[in-house]
Each structure stands twice: as structure tokens, then as C-alpha cells.
């Protein structure tokens, strides 16, 4: 293995849920600056986010629980406008959320052909 599980939920799990989440929050009606502000990011990178320039390697919406998390995480957002720090943590808890049931065990092994996703239970065992 010579991605490990970390390098996965950073790289791409992670950007990906938080892809996801400025999605929804747009369809909600925040404005892009809105989106921005909240994240502690500049508009042009929820821009990117929204062309899917940025965490769109990994399909989370077809995930029904994540998907179900993120959009009740885009309704606390809404009506209470958290801080970065707070969005941070709540992304962090859905990404091990979805490394612990191993939704992103097939992923990693197209990145890293070492890994035999039959035999690592590393995110299983850690988070599940």
C-alpha cells in the first residue's frame, strides 16, 4: 500500500464531501460569498467547487446516508451560520463516518494498485 487511508480522506474524500455540501448550500440559496464566508475560502474556490474542479474525483452523492448527513448539516448551517471550525469538525465526523463502513475501500484501490481492498481493514477496524 503506498496510499495510505489518510492520504485518501484528505486528498479526496474529504474535498469531495465538502464539494458536496457547497452544492447543496447553493441550492438552498446561499450566494457563492455566503458559501465562502462560512468556509473561510475565497469565492472563486466555491466557484471550482461548483464547476466541479475541485472534489469531484469521488461520487458522494450516491451515498444515501452521507447525502443524508450532508444535507442535514446544510440545514444547521442555514439557520445557524456555525464556524469554520465547527463545519470543519462535522465534514471530519461524516468522512470517517464513510471510511469506517468502507464506502471508499474500491476507490483507494484504483489510486493505489497494491491495495487488495479484501485484505485491508485498516478503516474498518479504525473507524467503523
Known amino acids: 500500500m503506498k496510499t495510505n487511508a ?3 480522506a484528505s486528498r479526496y474524500v474529504y474535498p469531495a464531501l465538502r464539494r458536496r455540501l457547497v452544492e447543496i448550500l447553493r441550492w438552498k440559496g446561499l450566494k457563492q460569498t455566503e458559501i465562502a464566508e ?3 475560502i475565497t469565492q472563486s474556490a466555491v466557484s471550482r467547487y461548483l464547476r466541479e474542479e475541485r472534489g469531484a474525483l469521488v461520487d458522494v452523492s450516491s451515498l444515501p446516508d452521507i447525502e443524508e448527513k450532508l444535507r442535514s ?11 469554520e471550525y465547527w463545519i470543519h469538525a462535522r465534514l471530519v465526523e461524516i ?5 469506517g463502513r468502507g464506502y471508499f475501500c474500491q476507490f483507494h484501490a ?3 494498485p497494491e491495495l487488495n481492498p479484501s485484505e485491508c481493514r485498516v478503516c ?3 473507524f467503523g
Open 124 to 126: 474498518l477496524e479504525l
Open 95 to 99: 468522512t470517517l463516518y464513510g471510511l
Open 73 to 83: 448539516l446544510a440545514e444547521e448551517i442555514v439557520e445557524k451560520r456555525p464556524d
Open 38 to 40: 462560512l468556509f473561510h
Open 110 to 112: 484504483l489510486i493505489d
Open 6 to 8: 489518510f492520504d485518501v
